[in-house]
């Protein structure tokens, strides 16, 4: 197999279209105390929680591509479907009304959340976004079918009006409504080449990347990042919301995708898609003590917030692995910290009660 470049990556990725709207690249900083305390490999984080729309994650480099696609398409509102706390929907709000859109979020109480706003629904309701709340199963992810009937019932009513909804799936990864590509994706396999950058310019050998993992496209473009251009990095996805088989079928869906809209002739396969979903436990969104505590410890030690949906649930997961140990000494770990802090405040009431202990 041919070896590609990182030239050769941004090459193929210039030829889409993009707004340029967030800091890249973020930085890549070590975590030495919690590396010292935990004793493992060195972890160092990929700081993707400051890409500057809103406060900050991954969805804001996605956007990047999604919202060009969208205007080129004359599109006048973005509808899209998450969570009650979605951060990809608060996101996609900021990002569409920046661009003189008007975002209308549909979102599903997959979780015993109160409706009041807070977190990502009050900075939605800021924006002013139109929000759809719909009753849905609890600690499960809306099956995709169920959410596209959703925000196409939404969607013909802006068209009714004259209106031209630009339609896209939750976290902007899977292919289907307006967004025919898998342009979500495309900026994570950058991602991928902009880290290995930053790694070989400051000479560390990073031999994993571990992230939290929901909608597919983060993981999948770091993967066939990997696959490109260093595959002797593994990329570890922790999933928050679905089994790993499930999982697995997606990332490598949207990978393959990828990889064919560009051209890459890579062979990629299920083997490659790495997931675990030992740390679901009580399912999507549900705040667990293992998660709380690994909050605590990365503020306690670095002063870096994570969330407890996503990197939280991930950070407990780096922890459980390097305690089991999965990783060798000489390991360098780069954790993707992928944004999702508004959340921390609707679930402040499980926060503090799974952290009193420490505090008696
Ligand atoms: C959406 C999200 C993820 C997962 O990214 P996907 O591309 O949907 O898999 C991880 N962390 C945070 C904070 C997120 O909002």
């Known amino acids: 197999m041919k070896t590609l470049k990182i030239e050769d990556i941004r090459q193929k990725i210039s030829c889409f279209p993009r707004k340029s709207f967030i800091q890249r690249p973020t930085p890549l900083s070590k975590l030495a105390v919690l590396s010292a305390e935990l004793a493992g490999p060195e972890i160092f984080i990929k700081r993707d929680d400051l ?13 990047e591509f999604i919202i060009a696609d969208a205007l080129a398409q004359a599109a006048d509102s973005l509808v899209t479907w998450g969570s009650l706390q979605s951060n990809w929907c608060l996101q996609a709000a900021a990002a569409a009304r920046r661009f003189g859109m008007k975002p209308l979020l549909v979102l599903f109480k997959t979780y015993d959340l109160p409706e009041e706003y807070d977190g990502n629904l009050l900075l939605d309701r800021i924006l002013g976004a139109e929000i759809r709340i719909k009753e849905a199963r609890r600690g499960k992810v809306v099956r995709l079918e169920d959410a ?12 009714a ?3 031209r909804p630009y339609l896209v799936s939750v976290g902007g990864s899977m ?4 967004m025919t590509k898998p342009l979500g994706a495309i900026s994570y396999l950058e991602a991928f080449a902009e880290t290995l950058e930053q790694c070989r310019e400051r000479k560390i050998g990073m031999t994993h990347i571990l992230l939290a993992t929901g909608s597919g496209a983060t993981q999948a473009g770091l993967t066939l990042g990997a696959k490109a251009l260093a595959e002797n990095v593994k990329v570890l996805g922790i999933s928050v919301s679905e089994e790993k088989e499930a999982f697995a079928r997606d990332v490598l869906a949207i990978g393959r995708a990828l ?7 890579l062979p990629l ?14 399912g999507y969104g549900v705040v667990n003590r293992e998660v709380a505590e690994a909050i605590r410890l990365v503020f306690s030690r670095e ?5 407890p949906v996503y990197t939280g649930k991930a950070m407990a997961a780096l922890i459980d692995m390097v305690r089991k140990g999965h990783f060798k000494k000489e390991d360098k770990v780069v954790f993707f910290h992928t944004g999702g802090t508004p959340a921390l405040f609707p679930n402040r009431r499980a926060l503090v009660e799974l952290l009193s202990p420490h505090y008696s």
């Open 175 to 178: 292919p289907g409504g307006s």
């Open 51 to 63: 890409t500057g729309i809103g406060f900050g994650g991954n969805k804001s480099r996605k956007l």
């Open 303 to 307: 002063g870096i917030i994570l969330d």
């Open 148 to 159: 596209f009937g959703a925000i196409e019932e939404a969607a013909s009513e802006l068209r």
């Open 259 to 265: 990889n064919e809209l560009l051209g890459l002739g």
């Open 269 to 282: 396969t299920r083997e490659d898609c790495l997931v675990f979903d030992e740390y679901l436990k009580d």
């Open 161 to 163: 009006e004259g209106g």
